[in-house]
């Protein structure tokens, strides 16, 4: 296992510290101490700013080989550092803003060509990218600007210097989750943001409109729960990457916040803190069996939840949603960090589960049976290592990897370090299966035969090892490049792009990859799809410079881990 180390939990080498969340001992925060800290004002740029001095210090130890040995880098990470907080314009707004090889490295310079003609335009203004270019086969509604599709064009932008089209991307999507939303005769909820939109030309009238789709129109009727979320994140990212609090302190957009929380915040019968989803409400928008506390989602709805505690205001009506958030986060981290983790030890303990258990006693407290653990699992699972789950619910553990959920819990730090470290040992000693010759995989494995049939409901297009069904999707190599900078990993992350990036123009930035390795560009993978352009341009920035993780990364608060409560003591 290669890899340089970083201390994130300061308790010496992080492989070797005995805390591995088991059933019974979990690392809880404290959200409370959190709301303490950060709550007194909205956001506070100075206190940010000495956070980030201390994590980007704390990187350049371990992080990048490049920036401990190369003086000239470390000195333009610091100054990076000062134009993120100031939020000074950057020329070039047509070439990619950066020096060097960067610049002038080939397939760096088509990805911004490509990712330029997706450009989206509403009355004259940059407003988002089309989700592909491919005007090859029918469009369906590749056509459309996505909500999640649009995070890593807007991560490249505001890397690039470039706010504009991101803020008016803000607004415009703010505007339309004031729409009316109705599926036949049923009203949504007012928080719920669009899934697309698209944008109207009439020729007659020479006048532009836009239309959106919360779900109405989406295959399947499902709302895009990820969307509010995205959103979130994103608000949270411009905010730091260009210093400019005006935005996200606009009332609009605090009652925008209020609105998607409300949603995800109301009472009723749960009896978990984890979010009730219906199958395709993310990424994965088709029957997939994901239905129920999909871990994309609860990731999503950790890393939201955080964000909105950085961006709300604390008068009267932030102040409430404060409280709420800061006790869901609690719950939320605890069953997450207990239920929906498992290593080798966790699968050994499911293994040897006994039934049947009544009351607070129990330590099979879902009533999981040990005969539905599947067979690939016992060889999958490495010694060292571990991973979240794809779903948790009575009697129910889908043990599938989901690549984004994962990733996003290292970001968000709903894992904690060691969860984290954990995480990046599954993916390199699991290197062929997760990553092959295509990064990467958005699930493993796919489900064949009789259990696609019943769990797919005979999906033509999510046939095994294709599309959401086990295919390779580019787009997600920027969530794993940060995740490796995060945990002090990076050279995972420049294995992964160099396998990307032998294919990936050649092939015209397909959709997705087909096969147990990714090696075939996938059945009906969309070509000049934009996120797998921006995916990969976002992937380089972030390597070539690391101080952009923090748009996109929050740290574990070391004041907000106050209870450890190990009870028992294992190394894996
Ligand atoms: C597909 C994907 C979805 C994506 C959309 C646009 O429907 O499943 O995640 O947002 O295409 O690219």
Known sequence: MSGLTVDLSRNGNVRNVDSHCTLSGVDELDFSKLLERERPRPLNMDRQRSFDERSINELSIGVSPRLTTRPENTSRFIDHLDSVYSPGKRSGL??????????????????????????????GQPVGTIAALDNSEE????????????????????????PEIV?????KTLRLQSWEKK?????????????????????????????ADFGESAIGRVAPVDSGFWWIILLRAYTKSTGDISLAEMPECQKGMRLILSLCLSEGFDTFPT???????????RRMGVYGYPMEIQA??????????????????????VERIAKRLHALSFHMRSYFWIDLKQLNDIYRYKTEEYSH?????????????????????????????????????????????NCVAILSSLATPEQSMAIMDLIESRWEELVGEMPLKVCYPAIESHEWRIITGCDPKNTRWSYHNGGSWPVLLWLLTAACIKTGRP??????????????????????????????IGKQARKFQTWSVAGYLVAKMMLEDPSHLGMVSLEEDKQMKPLLKRSNSWTF
């Open 94 to 123: 047509n070439t990619p803003r950066s020096s060097s090889d960067f610049e002038t490295h080939p397939i760096v310079a088509e990805a911004w060509e490509a990712l330029r003609r997706s450009l989206v335009y509403f009355r």
């Open 491 to 520: 050279q995972i992350a420049r294995r992964a792009i160099e396998l990307a990036e032998n294919r990936l123009l050649k092939d015209n930035w397909p959709e997705y990859y087909d096969g147990k390795l990714g090696r075939y």
């Open 361 to 405: 006693t129990a330590v099979n407290k879902f009533n999981v049976i040990p005969d539905s653990l599947p067979e690939w699992i016992f060889d999958f699972m490495p010694t060292h290592g571990g991973y979240f789950i794809g779903n948790v619910s009575p009697a129910r553990m889908d043990f599938r990897w989901f690549c984004l959920g």
């Open 139 to 162: 469009k369906f509604n590749y056509d459309q600007v996505f909500v999640r599709d649009f995070i890593p064009s807007a991560l490249a932008f505001l890397m690039n210097g470039e």
């Open 167 to 171: 803020k008016n991307f803000i607004l």
């Open 300 to 321: 999503l709805f950790f890393m939201a939840l955080r964000c909105a505690m950085l961006l709300l205001k604390q008068d009267e009506e932030g102040k409430e949603f």
């Open 275 to 285: 979010l009730l989803c219906a199958d395709g409400c993310c990424m994965i928008d």
């Open 183 to 211: 599926i036949d005769r049923f009203q949504l909820g007012e928080g719920v943001m669009p899934a697309s939109f698209k944008v109207l030309h009439d020729p007659v009238r020479n006048n532009e409109t836009l239309i």
